[in-house]
C-alpha cells in the first residue's frame, strides 16, 4: 500500500468516543517499549507521528490512526509495565477488552513481538485472548536489524513455538530501521480489508 495521508484522529478511551465510521480497523498490541510507534511511523512513512519514547507505558488511551481515508490504525496501551499502580493497569485491561470484544470494525489484531526474545507470557496471554475471541491476528516479530540474517529463522521458529501460533495466523519479520517486513505486512492487512 502505498501511504498518500496519515493522521491522528482521536485519543478514546470509551466506545463513545471511537471515530463514528465504518472503515477497517487495525489494533496495534504489544509490550511496553517493544516498538509499536517505531513500527507505526515505518508503516507510514513518517518520522514523529506516533509518538516514540524511552519510557515504557506511554500510551494510556486507544489512539486512532486514519491512513488514506480507507481504514485505521488503533494503537492501544502496551502491556507488561511494571511501574503503573494495579488499579490504573486494571483500568487499561477494561479499556481494551472493551474494544477488542465490542468493535464491529475490527479486521484484526497487530501483535508485536520481539524477535531477539522468546515471546513473554503477556505476550501469550494476548495472543489467547485474541484466539479465544476468534479475532484474526498477524505477529510481527520486530527489531530483526538487531540479529544476524542467518538467525532469523531460529528466532521465527521459537516465537512461533512459544505462542502456539495458530496456521492461519501470519508472521512478519520487521525492522522498523530497514524496514524489512513493510510490505509483507502491508499486504496481509490489505487481504482484511
Not at 25 to 53: D, P
Not at 116 to 131: A, C, E, G, I
Not at 145 to 152: A, E, H, L, R
Not at 155 to 167: A, G, P, Q
Request: hydrophobic share 35%.
Amino acid at each position: 500500500m502505498k501511504v498518500t495521508s496519515s493522521e491522528i484522529v482521536i485519543s478514546a478511551v470509551r466506545p463513545d468516543q471511537y471515530p463514528d465510521t465504518d472503515l477497517p480497523e487495525f489494533a496495534l498490541a504489544g509490550r511496553s517499549n517493544v516498538g509499536k510507534s517505531s513500527f507505526i511511523n515505518k508503516m507510514l512513512n513518517r518520522k514523529g507521528l506516533a509518538r516514540t519514547s524511552s519510557k515504557p507505558g506511554k500510551t494510556q488511551t486507544l489512539n486512532f490512526f486514519l491512513i488514506n481515508e480507507s481504514l485505521y490504525f488503533v494503537d492501544v496501551p502496551g502491556y507488561g509495565y511494571a511501574r503503573v499502580s494495579k488499579s490504573e493497569r486494571a483500568a487499561w485491561g477494561k479499556m481494551i477488552e472493551t474494544y477488542f470484544t465490542s468493535r464491529e470494525q475490527l479486521r484484526a489484531c497487530v501483535l508485536i513481538v520481539d524477535l531477539r526474545h522468546p515471546p513473554t507470557s503477556d505476550d501469550v496471554m494476548m495472543y489467547d485472548f485474541l484466539k479465544h475471541y476468534e479475532i484474526p491476528c498477524i505477529v510481527i516479530a520486530t527489531k530483526a536489524d538487531k540479529i544476524p540474517k542467518g538467525k532469523w529463522q531460529k528466532h521465527l521458529k521459537v516465537t512461533k513455538e512459544t505462542l502456539d501460533l495458530d496456521s492461519n495466523d501470519d508472521i512478519v519479520i520487521f525492522s522498523s530501521e530497514t524496514g524489512e517486513g513493510k510490505d509483507k505486512a502491508w499486504a496481509i492487512i490489505e487481504k482484511y480489508m
